[in-house]
């Protein structure tokens, strides 16, 4: 089992920036691939990105590509979102995922384990 929570979302206006945390216990942290989902209401859950687990392996949604960054510190089991440019369309509530050895990492049935989810709300 590995155990993830999510932090650092909120209220920003268009234009400002956040950057989200996921604190990850339990099994080996570095062995997974680490991903962010969001979900806006009434929409189906979203691929933003994933990390490998050496962190050289990166891929980004195409509705945040040059305005978000994923990163993430394996001695401190965390994986993080960098959030700049955002827009009213990036509202949502943001999960963080965890998958060993994913075939498409883009696909969220390929995780196994999520967060519970930070609010992002993002104001015109």
């Known amino acids: 089992q590995i155990q993830l929570v999510e932090s650092g979302g909120g209220l920003v206006q268009a234009g400002g920036s956040l950057r989200l945390s996921c604190v990850a216990s339990?099994?080996?942290?570095?062995?997974?691939?680490m991903a962010w989902f969001r979900q806006a209401p009434g929409r189906e859950r979203e691929f933003v990105g994933s990390i490998a687990w050496s962190g050289l392996n990166r891929y980004l949604g195409d509705s945040v590509k040059g305005r978000f960054t994923i990163s993430r510190d394996n001695a401190k089991n965390t994986v993080y979102l960098q959030m700049n440019s955002l827009q009213p369309e990036d509202t949502a509530v943001y999960y963080c995922?965890?998958?060993?050895?994913?075939?498409?990492?883009?696909?969220?049935?390929?995780?196994?384990?999520w967060g519970q989810g930070t609010q992002v709300t993002v104001s015109s």
């Open positions: 995922a965890a998958a060993n050895s994913p075939y498409d990492w883009t696909r969220r049935d390929e995780y196994d384990y």
């Open positions: 339990g099994r080996t942290f570095r062995a997974y691939v």
